[in-house]
């Protein structure tokens, strides 16, 4: 479920803005304004933030972003998390996108 909500944020970032119908890009990405939003990247960290906008090449700016990357050496936590703020995640980096909502709500998300 979770990565069929990237592959709709990568297909709407992919978009040429051609349509004018109910499964218009644009409508679909504002329903995904100011929701939180887990994204991951190829080399194992991880984003929490608020989704703030998508480019049309697909990039994310997350807002109030915190980073989780796993530590390698003996700590008491297994991951290290560091306040980011505004962030810029380029698509060719993600990996993966969960959207902090029902199933419901994720389901209506990838209505075409």
Partial sequence: M???VGESLIQL??????????SDPVTRV???????MLVGIKDGRF???????LDKQGNIILQDTVEYRSTRRSSPS?????C???ILIPSSCRIS?????S???QLSLLKV
């Fill in 2 to 4: 979770e990565q069929e």
């Fill in 13 to 22: 970032g992919n978009s040429d803005g051609s349509e004018s119908s109910s």
């Fill in 30 to 36: 504002r329903k995904l304004l100011f929701r939180r």
């Fill in 47 to 53: 984003f929490l933030g608020t989704f703030h906008c």
């Fill in 78 to 82: 297994p991951m290290e998390q560091r």
């Fill in 84 to 86: 980011l703020g505004l």
């Fill in 97 to 101: 996108c969960h959207v902090d909502c």
């Fill in 103 to 105: 199933v419901e709500e």
